[in-house]
């Protein structure tokens, strides 16, 4: 079963997609054009999040 998770703060809008069976995550940022910071399959890291690079100074902005 998948849980969806929509976190709100003062400059980030997020949606965070859980799968406690498979131990699966997604966590889709809405207000950078729903980029996927983080993708986990089976707690495999497929994308994470390049801290301390910032979304607007990479190529994909």
Known sequence: MYTIEHQKSQ???QVI???SRDKSQAVIILNEGARVQQLKLDSIP????LAP???ADTYAS
Not at 46 to 49: E, P, R, T, V
């Open 11 to 13: 400059n980030n809008s």
């Open 17 to 19: 997609l859980e799968s």
């Open 53 to 55: 690079l910032k979304y």
């Open 46 to 49: 497929l994308i994470a999040d």
